[in-house]
């Protein structure tokens, strides 16, 4: 079984939806990330989470909201769809370690998102 | 604001031969630069990784040499495979802010021809 898991892997949704994304991981890391992946703009950060209590912004958290339900689930939420957030978008996990490993992110498979 | 450029945004390469992905960052603050492999339908998975505190890492036919003066740093592919095909990000970090994520280059596109 993959160690993060991504839910659902597409998805069409029209604008005005709200829609959930979720992952869940079972390597029993304690830091969570999701990234949004645009072709031509790379991967780039829309929140992340040192535990459940923990919640913070990325660069590009605007029309985004997060809840941490538990260590080893991180949910993305889009309140209310736009077709610009059309997009790639993938959850990370890092755990606690050496300083070398705990910067090493392992990614899941990836939700595709399209908004009409 | 771009912290990291990548360059080239796709690149083609015969077969046996050396692929070159290079980088630059902005930030002096980063003092952790890993290079990501994604084929396509797939997340990116770590293919190698640096610190500043050394000039050159290698792994098998995958070599990371790094500039501090130059805040630049580079991917080499020697020996290239069709299976070495994919997308390739270069992304810098500071260990002591692990937890802000990674700052990813734009990606390169690579292609090995048979």
């Known amino acids: 079984d993959a160690d993060v898991t991504q839910t659902p892997r597409n998805r069409i949704t029209k604008t005005g939806k709200r829609i959930m994304l979720e992952c869940s991981q079972t390597?029993?890391?304690?830091?969570m990330y999701w990234y949004r992946q645009d072709p031509g703009l790379g991967l780039r950060l829309i929140y992340y989470?040192?535990?459940?209590?923990?919640?913070n912004k990325g660069e590009i958290s605007d029309g985004y909201s997060v809840s941490r339900q538990a260590q080893a689930k991180f949910s993305l939420s889009l309140e209310s769809a736009i077709p610009n957030q059309t997009a790639l978008y993938f959850c990370?996990?890092?755990?606690?370690?050496?300083?070398?490993?705990?910067?090493?992110?392992?990614f899941g498979p990836g939700t595709r998102l399209t908004v009409l | 604001q771009q912290q990291v450029k990548q360059s080239p945004q796709s690149l083609i390469v015969q077969k046996g031969g050396i692929s070159i992905i290079n980088c630059a960052y902005e930030?002096?603050?980063?003092?952790?630069f890993p290079w990501y492999q994604q084929f396509p339908g797939k997340g990116p998975a770590l293919l190698i990784a640096?610190?500043?505190?050394?000039s050159e890492k290698k792994e098998g036919r995958f070599t990371i040499s790094f500039n501090k003066s130059a805040k630049q740093f580079s991917l080499h592919i020697m020996d290239s495979q069709p299976g070495d095909s994919a997308t390739y990000f270069c992304?810098?970090?500071?260990?002591?802010?692990?937890?802000?994520?990674?700052?990813f280059g734009k990606g390169t596109h690579l292609i090995i021809q048979p």
């Open positions: 990370a996990t890092s755990g606690y370690g050496t300083p070398s490993s705990y910067n090493e992110q392992f």
């Open positions: 390597k029993g890391h304690d830091r």
């Open positions: 989470s040192f535990d459940v209590k923990d919640i």
């Open positions: 930030n002096t603050a980063f003092d952790y």
């Open positions: 640096i610190r500043p505190d050394v």
């Open positions: 992304a810098a970090s500071w260990l002591g802010g692990g937890a802000d994520g990674l700052t």
